[in-house]
């Protein structure tokens, strides 16, 4: 349901309705949402591309001395953030950031998910589609208002009634989500104390990346309210279960889903195969964009259904890449490895041109893996050829810099800032001190 708001609807929601601030919002590299608020005079100048804001603040945009850029905001985007109280409301823009030159800025994530979709369109497919299924913890707050690792919580996977005491949060933002055009398809509680998932439908992929953003704020701001603490972290506790981000994607031509082939034994085409042969060769090297945190790799070890070895099955669900049942419009590739933590535009834009990269040269997959690779010991798996996923963000990094469909999807501009941020991030973790370190040693050494 895209609200195709013209200028003029805008401007006059804003009157009619007493917004007081709209919220011009953008993302940076690493996934951060950023915003830049104006008052309701200033709307005029944001719908007619004229607000400008000072790049250089912003991690990995541009240096102090090119530092203005604009934002013009998709006004398919507009929305009053239902959040927010009656009087005085709040509403925001999703925007898109330029040079003074009036072209698209190339350190723009959103800019980023739009070249790869060009191509994808270049290529004679019209739409991509993508459905994530981002998961989350709700933690308790101490006294200080700072997050614990208390969940207050003895449900379990789909789980209801007054073991969750997450339930109430979870449905205020399912509430609010639906406020602002989300379409819930389910929400539950998850396999762990505290973890949740929300389900919205699929959309096109620039839409869908535009509505983790949002969700993730929605997510963060209804769990503060109710003194809770909502994370993505990927792995925030030990022994339990990780948040992922599933990824489920279908790429269309001429409104025909160019997955699905009846003819075929399990109802994929030669497309659908090619793609997910794409995805499998290009995922090491888009790991540090899917699981970007030194944490991350935290979460995919194995034993706790997260994926860590290259494989690809219709129904196994220790494999990385799952094609779920349905069949016909709905054929569509799960991507299991991905997790909440990552930046969507750049996540989907590397999937996308993984996938085609597939189409493009005809690629084939390894044959299908119906066993538990889980209970494989290491010969096995190499024996079926089974390679694993890097192990650290390090290794990640390592095979991110080696891989040149990744590096060309991000531009020069983005991949160098990417990677210049993760290195660091990485050398901080390696030369700290840990609490682990710390009870191992101190005594016996």
Not at 231 to 241: C, D, E, R, W
Not at 302 to 314: D, F, H, I, K, Q
Request: glycine content about 8%; overall charge negative; hydrophobic content about 35%.
């Amino acid at each position: 349901m895209t609200h195709l708001h013209t200028k003029e609807d805008i401007i006059r929601i804003v009157r009619e309705e007493d917004i007081e601030f709209i919220r011009l919002q953008f993302t940076d590299i690493f996934g951060q949402l950023k915003n830049v608020a104006i008052t309701a005079s200033q709307i005029e100048k944001a719908v007619n591309n004229q607000c400008m804001f000072d790049g250089s603040s912003i991690d990995g945009f541009v240096r102090i001395d090119e530092s203005d850029q604009y934002l013009y905001p998709d006004l398919r985007t507009f929305r009053v953030f239902p959040w927010r109280p009656g009087h005085g409301k709040v509403a925001r823009l999703i925007c898109d950031v330029y040079n003074t030159d009036g072209t698209p800025f190339v350190g723009d994530p959103r800019d980023v998910l739009k070249r790869a979709i060009q191509k994808a369109r270049d290529m004679g497919f019209d739409t991509f589609n993508v459905g994530p299924e981002a998961e989350f913890f709700l933690f308790q707050t101490d006294d200080e208002g700072k997050p614990t690792t208390k969940t207050n919580d003895e449900a379990g996977y789909f789980d209801l009634g007054p073991l969750d005491h997450g339930e109430s949060t979870r449905r205020e933002i399912c509430m609010a989500l639906e406020q602002m055009d989300f379409e819930i398809e389910a929400s539950h509680h998850e396999c762990a104390q505290g973890q949740h998932e929300i389900d919205f439908k699929y959309a096109e992929a620039l839409h869908a990346a535009d509505n983790i953003m949002t969700f993730k704020l929605a997510v963060k701001t209804l769990a503060q309210k109710n003194g809770l603490h909502a994370t993505f972290m990927p792995k925030p506790i030990f022994g339990v279960a990780g948040s992922g981000m599933h990824t489920n994607m279908s790429l269309f031509r001429d409104g025909k889903n160019v997955f699905y082939d009846p003819n075929d034994e399990r109802g994929l085409s030669r497309e659908a195969y090619s793609f997910i042969a794409g995805l499998l060769r290009h995922v090491p090297g888009m790991a540090a964009i899917t699981n970007p945190l030194v944490n991350s790799y935290k979460r995919l070890v194995p034993g706790y259904e997260a994926p860590c070895y290259l494989a690809w099955s219709a129904s196994n669900r220790s494999a990385l890449i799952r094609i779920p049942a349905s069949r016909g419009q709905a054929t569509r590739v799960e991507l299991r490895s991905p997790d909440p933590s990552c930046n969507p535009y750049l996540a989907f834009a590397v999937c996308l041109t993984a996938g085609l990269d597939g189409i493009e040269k005809g690629l084939v997959p390894p044959a299908e893996i119906t066993q538990n690779i889980y209970a494989m010991d290491p010969a096995t798996r190499e024996a079926h050829g089974i390679a694993s996923l890097p192990g650290s963000l390090e290794e990640a990094i390592r095979l991110m810099e080696g891989d040149r469909l990744v590096l060309d999807t991000l531009g020069e501009h983005v991949a160098n800032n990417y990677i210049e941020g993760k290195k660091k991030e990485w050398d901080e973790y390696r030369t700290r001190v840990s609490s682990w370190e710390r009870e191992k040693y101190i005594i016996n050494y």
